[in-house]
């Protein structure tokens, strides 16, 4: 089935720049589709995205002031949980509240520039969800396989030089996919048939 989503171009009438071509029109911004078949279900999914972000939220700042407060948490296992945490913060929350506007208004488009922004937080939250817990598999691995050794293995030094590598490599990744995307030319149809 197809729908007829209202394109919003605007033409330049300057001569070449990085995302235009002679003759074509520059994408200012993204249509996203989304949940635009089912309008009568818009309320309830509202309801539902609503809940999930809120719990998903509270519970990470209830885990990260957990760790932060509680001195017998201070251990490497709770240290890369307090980092996953964070980052499921940003990941959730750079998708959620355009998700959340989305569905409670009728205009479901996002901004070139925000779209790209989206993708930045998105990509580096992700990526850097999966390598930390490739770290904390590392952890327990250290903790069951080698126990004696595990307090001088995993030290503070040693954990804090894991962490600052897994936020650096990933934002690295980031920025090698946000800067590929950047260069390409949005002249074509401008939406997205999902909801971020």
């Keep these: 089935m197809k729908l007829w989503v209202e394109i919003h171009l605007i033409v330049l009438e300057t001569p070449l ?25 818009h309320v309830l999914l509202f309801s539902c995205f609503l809940s999930l972000y809120s ?3 509270i519970g990470n700042i209830l885990i990260i002031l957990a760790i932060t407060f509680n001195p017998g948490l201070h251990t490497p296992m709770y240290f890369f949980l307090f980092n996953l945490a964070t980052m499921d913060i940003i990941c959730t929350s750079s998708i959620m509240p355009k998700a959340l506007e989305g569905l409670l208004s009728k205009d479901s488009s996002i901004s070139y520039w925000g779209c790209m922004a989206q993708l930045c937080f998105l990509t580096w939250s992700a990526s850097s969800e ?15 396989c080698h126990p004696l050794h595990y307090s001088t293995t995993m030290s503070k030094a ?9 936020w650096v490599l990933c934002a690295f990744n980031t920025a090698i996919h946000t800067g590929l995307m950047l260069r390409l030319n949005f002249c074509g149809p401008n939406v997205i048939t999902h909801f971020f």
Excluded at 130 to 144: N, P, Q, S
Excluded at 158 to 166: D, E, I, P, R, S
């Design 130 to 144: 999966l390598l930390l817990l490739t770290v904390m598999a590392y952890d327990r691995y250290a903790a069951i």
């Design 55 to 57: 719990v998903a939220l």
């Design 17 to 41: 720049s990085p995302r235009t071509m002679n003759n074509q029109t520059l994408v200012t911004e993204f249509i996203l589709q989304g949940f635009s078949e089912q309008p009568e279900y």
């Design 158 to 166: 040693f954990c804090c030089k894991l962490a600052t590598g897994v």
